[in-house]
């Protein structure tokens, strides 16, 4: 059999449902409601590579400020920046940055800065040639004077000299950061920057990106660790499995977070006992009694933290072990994806 | 913009090992020379020269070493990550290429140049094979700049530029244009030798020389811009991934 299928479509990538003309027109009135003068902006993003969709469908825009793109590893957020930095293509849709078009676009570097996850930099140069070197490609009158001010500002300043190739992971960060600023530009893209960096580079760094933000500048950073993203970001990009799964102001984001249901595997000296007391509490909407163990459902993750040892010495049941059940990233990116 | 990019460029080409192994390649065809000295072989030398120059050095050691920095020049960066440094510059594409070439089409002609000119001098000495050795020394350089010119756009091409390279060089230059005449107007080996022919007053190397002196330099010219513009293309092209 040849020819469409009914229901389905296939733009040129993976076959997909047709989607409904409601979300289709959702999605435009996303599009419509992008800030024009943004200095990113995704208009129905989406990269596949075959039949794999690693990001689906995206619509957003990034405005001055600290912006975290956040999600689990593989979620698509390098994918996502690759085609915001013009190193990817998209499948589908159209990427802006400062108003041209990214990919196939070199010209947009002049006011672009991008520090790439890869830890890849030539390791026969050193650190101060490395800055030079891309203020030389950025073709600024002054080079050497540009890559100082560079590497002063990411304070590398006693390593300069020294060979990339001895550097450690996090100092390789830190040159790779004051090549993209070497040109001082005003937006800055930045790939799991804290990646290998110690927690006084680490806090060094969020510092430094945060005056920078001060003064004006877009930054989009990535990373899997949400506690990095709420020590630095205004606004979060929320990914996971290709998809925009949330985006904001970050406290309301970790709000919907915070309130989602959890779920409590306990064992106990009474495991039917203690579900009967649990019952009568507030917090609690769900009880599940098996041979090994409880399942207790909560809206109130602090709360039920604290209702459950009282709740346990009222009933004169000991508590053997309490597990959070779904406590891992990833099932806090998925419910969001699915609420 | 050209030069910072050739200079670093050649920065990376010789402090790796493979300079050195380089070094070695293009000694082996003077050690011969040398060998040949010692041993004070019997023949007409300007001959033997000839001979010996375009089996070691044109259809041997010349590919060979243009593929090495040919490849590396900037197929290493895209393989091992560093190229995104120089590609999320403001930079056009064929500047990038053009500095490549740049950086890696001297060094290979620089050191094959050297290689013949021993090579050639040992074996023929003072008798007479001066002017057959330049011309072999000038026709290896262009040479040298055109394989640099094809192998730099094949890195950015293929992942595979060193085994596609060899491929070219073993199968269709090395079998295939010695069967079929046709397939010599796509052999940078063959303009090479119709270079040296039309440069050697002797006449020794025209003997053989079965393509054309104003063909090989219109081929060349097709073959040193077509790759070029295509280098160009697909640097402009190539999809770079930031991350994992």
């Known amino acids: 059999m040849s020819g469409p299928i009914p229901g389905w479509v296939r733009p040129g990538g993976p076959l997909t449902p047709m989607p409904d003309p409601a979300a289709l027109a959702e999605a435009d009135a996303a599009v419509e409601a992008l800030p024009a003068d943004a200095p990113i902006r995704l208009e129905r993003v989406s990269r596949w590579y075959g039949n794999v969709v690693a990001v689906n469908d995206m619509t957003f825009a990034v405005g001055a400020g600290v912006t975290g793109l956040l999600g689990p590893?593989?979620?698509?957020?390098?994918?996502?920046?690759?085609?915001?930095?013009?190193?990817?293509?998209?499948?589908?849709?159209?990427?802006?940055?400062?108003?041209?078009?990214?990919?196939?676009?070199?010209s947009v570097y002049r006011r672009v800065g991008l520090v790439p996850e890869r830890e890849a930099v030539p390791s026969y140069l050193t650190g101060f040639e490395f800055a030079?070197?891309?203020?030389?490609?950025?073709?600024?009158?002054?080079?050497?004077?540009?890559?100082?001010?560079?590497?002063?500002?990411?304070?590398?300043?006693?390593?300069?000299g020294r060979a990339i190739g001895t550097y450690s992971k996090g100092m390789r960060q830190r040159a790779k950061l004051a090549a993209a600023l070497v040109h001082d530009p005003p937006v800055l893209l930045l790939d799991e920057p804290f990646n290998g960096m110690d927690p006084r580079q680490r806090l060094h760094m969020m510092a430094l990106l945060r005056t920078m933000a001060a003064e004006g500048r877009t930054i989009l950073f990535s990373s899997h660790i949400l506690e990095e993203v709420e020590r630095l970001a205004e606004r979060v990009l929320v990914v996971y499995a290709g998809r925009l799964a949330a985006s904001g102001d970050f406290r309301e984001i970790r709000r919907l977070m915070t309130d989602r249901p959890h779920t409590f595997t306990i064992r106990s000296s009474d495991d039917r006992r203690l579900a009967g007391a649990l019952m009568d509490e507030v917090a609690v909407f769900g009880v599940e009694l098996s041979d090994a163990w409880l399942s207790v459902r909560t809206a109130d993750y602090a709360g039920f933290t604290r209702l459950l040892p009282r709740a346990a010495r009222d009933a004169a049941v000991s508590l053997f072990e309490v597990q959070p059940a779904d406590e891992s990233l990833e099932r806090v990116f998925e419910y969001l994806v699915r609420r | 913009m050209i030069l910072t990019i050739a200079g670093v460029t050649l920065r990376a080409l010789l402090a790796r090992r493979r300079a050195l192994l380089m070094l070695l390649l293009v000694a082996a065809p003077v050690a011969l020379g040398m060998l040949a000295r010692l041993r004070g072989l019997p023949g007409d030398p300007v001959e033997r020269t000839a001979n010996t120059l375009e089996m070691t050095v044109v259809r041997t050691v010349l590919p060979l070493v243009a593929l090495v920095f040919g490849t590396s020049a900037i197929g290493a960066e895209l393989e091992d990550g560093t190229a995104i440094h120089l590609l999320t510059k403001p930079v056009a594409r064929w500047r990038i290429v053009a500095g490549k070439l740049l950086a890696a089409a001297p060094v290979t002609a620089l050191l094959i140049s050297a290689s013949v000119l021993a090579t050639g001098?040992?074996?023929?000495?003072?008798?007479?094979?001066?002017?057959?050795?330049?011309?072999?020394?000038?026709?290896?350089?262009?040479?040298?700049?055109?394989?640099?010119?094809?192998?730099?756009?094949?890195?950015?091409l293929t992942s595979r530029a060193l085994i596609v390279g060899l491929i070219y060089v073993v199968l269709w230059e090395g079998l295939l244009a010695g069967l079929f005449e046709g397939t010599r107007v796509l052999s940078i080996r063959e303009y090479t030798m119709s270079f040296a022919a039309a440069l050697d007053p002797s006449g020794t190397v025209g003997q053989d020389a079965p393509l054309g002196l104003a063909t090989a330099v219109i081929a060349s010219i097709v073959v040193l811009v077509g790759a070029f513009v295509l280098a160009s293309y697909w640097l402009s092209t190539k999809e770079l991934t930031g991350g994992d």
């Not at chain 1, 293509?89 to 676009?105: C, D, F, Y």
């Not at chain 2, 003072?126 to 700049?145: D, N």
């Open chain 2, 121 to 156: 001098l040992l074996i023929g000495g003072e008798r007479g094979t001066a002017p057959l050795t330049t011309a072999f020394t000038v026709a290896c350089a262009i040479g040298a700049l055109l394989y640099v010119d094809v192998f730099i756009a094949l890195s950015i």
């Open chain 1, 132 to 160: 030079r070197l891309a203020a030389r490609l950025q073709a600024l009158p002054d080079a050497d004077d540009a890559a100082r001010r560079a590497i002063a500002t990411v304070d590398l300043e006693a390593a300069a």
């Open chain 1, 73 to 106: 590893n593989g979620a698509g957020k390098s994918t996502l920046l690759g085609m915001i930095a013009g190193l990817l293509s998209p499948s589908a849709g159209q990427v802006t940055l400062l108003g041209h078009a990214a990919w196939r676009n070199p």
